[in-house]
């Protein structure tokens, strides 16, 4: 059994390697989730604390200034000289008495309104023993007084108001049974020169509006805010009662954060700008921890979740991702040799990996040297499909040549067919062509790219690539050193024939069919660079005319029109300019890529005639009614396609569209907005439309169309260009010009003074 689970784990390591990291990554979340919670909590409470104390900062400051508020109230009432007039003199008439006396009364009723609720004012009078307020008079208080609350405090206040000397201060007053009074005593007179005040000012200070209006939010109704007099007593107080027992202790402690009550608090302290006095703060903390600690309960079950659903995905995923490794495995130990040979062998599955990809490695270097055998008949094979025009996505041909080792980075492209005249045995003509193959790649400098293809045992195509302006050169000079060695230094006779510069890959297949042309002639020694004739260039001038229209018929489907296109064609470019056989080949073969262009055949087998490629069987015919005849076949096979295809609404509303323009072109308001409407269309729908089912966009396709017309006016008339672009759908000559040169970087003029001078 002991056995077994070993075997078991040894077999599955990588398994467990995958659930341990999941775990792990599951774990480390976690971990920094409670550290960010931790130093969350800290930081709340440090800035908790400083919330509170701004917020005692800002009861210390409305409070004291509502005290020194009172004491300025009474400095006025010291100050009233009503007031000050009639307590200083002493009268004997009790009926003046009285008067002066409602007098004081009515002044400080005009005061307390001036207060507010704040305080309630009285004056005592020394000299008639009298309390004074705006609402009534009491005589004889020494006898006692009972306007304050209970007696020991009306006695308690009766004293202060007897005994006080002093300008201006704050008195607390308390009784045995804790009832408190805070008041604000002041003198009558202001200054007094050593002889007794004749009055006191008493200011009874509501405790309750103190602090009103400064602390009404709930979160301050749970802590306790205090003013302490210098000794420690509590003058006022808002808040929980049940903390005020806790208040010696908060004050005594320079602690900020004090257990007070069983509970953890917050305790801010502020001095008062009043002498001695000062403000206390205790604030429960678990008010500011409430939303926290449910965050953190909320967060330890969503964590706890998560690990339990984290732990079931994981195991999910790692067999999930273990699946495609067990697998190899299988695989691995049915195919591999390594088992085979031991199958009872028992190993951990990159142990195994290892071994098997060095097995494989093994197996992929024998591979590689067969393939390197192999290469260059490859690379021949592909080079092939190039110079026989059989390549239909140049980028992706592209690819396949770099794969097989093959780099043409240039843009600039010459063939040249070598063939050795003298007849001889096999292995001497085999000897010739690698001589000449190694003399080439001696003489070629490091900005010219070759490659090379065996057309028969005494034939080779050189393919060079290259991109400088001395392309043209050192083809020359390299093609004419090899001929000149192999002539004076083996006594080997070459012909060598060399096509035109090309440009891009897409000439290759031209040039090699004009080299393979030449020499269908009588051979001769020596080297045969074959030019582009003047011929040639209307050739290709009547193909650019041919084309749109061309294209139109095939798109549409229309052989009668492209057969009958095809046949006035042959005759004005080909046979009534007496062309030689070659120039007609290289005119067919423009015809053909039209064709075979116009519209994207899906069925290779339409391409085709007599099962056969139609450019090899091309070049198998010997007079242009043979041509006419295989591309008449060409033409008819992909009309027929083209009608079969076209059953379809996206065809048929392209065909539609072709014919419209190819019809309406002349006409100036011919536009993208007009094209719509007429078919119903909205103009950004149109616009996507063509492009996707052209392959070119509105605009672009409509200026080919009238440049084309506009060139075969110029060629065929003597009309000025204001009636040409008149005739093509530009309403000036100058709107004309700017397109015709935008276009083909000529001017009208330019173009038909060249088309004139090439006899066209």
């Not at 009208?748 to 066209?760: A, L, T, V």
Request: charged share 20%; with cysteine; aromatic share 8%.
């Amino acid at each position: 059994m002991k056995r077994d689970l070993k075997t078991h784990f040894k077999e599955y390591e990588s398994f467990y390697k995958l659930m341990r990291s999941f775990l792990i990554m599951l774990i480390l979340p976690l971990l920094l989730v409670m550290v960010n919670y931790l130093y969350s909590h800290t930081l709340l409470r440090q800035e908790n604390l400083n919330y509170q104390d701004a917020v005692l900062e800002q009861v210390q400051l409305a409070t004291d200034e509502r005290l020194q508020g009172l004491q300025r109230h009474a400095l006025d009432l010291t100050n009233d000289a009503t007031i000050s007039q009639a307590l200083e003199k002493k009268l004997d008439s009790q009926e003046n008495i009285n008067y002066q006396l409602w007098q004081v009364s009515n002044q400080l009723k005009y005061y307390s309104a001036s207060a507010g609720s704040l305080c309630d004012t009285l004056l005592y009078s020394s000299s008639y023993d009298c309390l004074i307020s705006g609402s009534y008079i009491d005589f004889r208080v020494s006898a006692g007084i009972t306007r304050l609350g209970s007696e020991e405090m009306n006695r308690l206040v009766l004293e202060k108001l007897q005994n006080t000397r002093a300008y201006c201060q704050f008195q607390l007053v308390e009784t045995e049974t804790g009832e408190r009074k805070l008041l604000l005593l002041h003198t009558m007179p202001l200054w007094s020169t050593g002889r007794a005040p004749y009055g006191t000012i008493c200011l009874v200070i509501q405790e309750d509006a103190l602090f009103q209006g400064i602390l009404e939010t709930e979160e301050a109704k749970a802590g306790l805010y205090c003013l302490l007099s210098p000794e420690g007593e509590i003058a006022a107080w808002f808040g929980n009662e049940a903390l005020l027992p806790a208040v010696s202790e908060a004050d005594a402690s320079t602690e900020e954060f004090q257990t007070l009550n069983g509970s953890s608090h917050t305790v801010s302290h502020k001095a008062s700008v009043l002498n001695g006095w000062r403000y206390l703060s205790i604030q429960p903390e678990h008010t500011m921890v409430k939303k926290l600690t449910g965050a953190r309960n909320l967060s330890l079950l969503m964590l706890a979740l998560v690990l339990v659903a984290g732990t079931i995905i994981g195991v999910i995923l790692a067999r999930r991702n273990y699946m495609p490794l067990k697998q190899l495995m299988n695989e691995l130990r049915r195919q591999s040799m390594l088992f085979k040979a031991n199958p009872e062998e028992v190993t951990d599955e990159f142990s195994l990996i290892e071994r098997s990809m060095k097995e494989m490695s093994r197996s992929m270097s024998a591979l590689e040297n067969t393939l390197k055998e192999e290469m260059p008949r490859i690379q021949e094979s592909v080079l092939m499909q190039l110079f026989r025009n059989a390549v239909t996505d140049y980028p992706r041909f592209q690819n396949t040549l770099q794969r097989v080792g093959i780099l043409l980075p240039y843009d600039k492209f010459r063939v040249a067919l070598v063939k050795r005249l003298q007849e001889g045995e096999l292995d001497q003509q085999l000897i010739s062509m690698l001589m000449v193959k190694e003399r080439v790649i001696q003489l070629a400098p490091k900005s010219l790219v070759y490659a090379f293809a065996t057309v028969d045992d005494d034939s080779l195509i050189i393919l060079l690539n290259g991109g400088g302006d001395d392309f043209e050169t050192e083809t020359r000079r390299i093609l004419n050193t090899v001929a000149e060695d192999m002539r004076e230094s083996y006594d080997q006779m070459l012909w060598i024939s060399v096509s035109e510069v090309g440009c891009g890959m897409e000439s290759v297949s031209k040039a090699y069919y004009s080299v393979m042309q030449a020499h269908r002639q009588a051979p001769e020694g020596g080297v045969q660079y074959l030019e582009e004739s003047d011929e040639h260039c209307a050739i290709d001038k009547a193909l650019e005319s041919l084309a749109a229209q061309m294209q139109n018929y095939i798109a549409t489907g229309n052989e009668a029109g492209a057969l009958d296109l095809l046949h006035r064609s042959l005759e004005s470019e080909v046979r009534q300019k007496h062309a030689a056989l070659y120039e007609a080949q290289a005119y067919c073969i423009g015809v053909m890529n039209i064709v075979t262009g116009a519209y994207r055949v899906e069925d290779p087998e339409v391409l085709t005639v007599n099962g056969e490629a139609p450019l090899k069987q091309l070049f198998l015919q010997h007079n242009t009614f043979e041509m006419e005849t295989l591309l008449a076949e060409l033409i008819g096979k992909v009309c027929a396609y083209v009608r079969e295809n076209q059953q379809s609404p996206t065809a048929q509303l392209t065909a539609q569209m072709l014919d419209y323009l190819q019809q309406n072109f002349w006409d100036v308001d011919l536009t993208l907005t007009s094209v719509a409407d007429h078919f119903c269309l909205t103009p950004s729908y149109l616009s996507s439309f063509f492009k996707s089912n052209t392959g070119e966009t509105f605009l672009n396709y409509l200026t080919h169309l009238r440049m084309e017309k506009a060139k075969e006016l110029m060629r065929t008339t003597n009309e000025s260009i204001r009636d040409i672009s008149e005739k093509v759908g530009y309403a000036s000559a100058n709107t004309f010009t700017r397109a015709f040169k935008n276009t083909e970087h000529i001017t009208p003029s330019q173009y038909r003074e060249s088309s004139q001078g090439n006899g066209e």
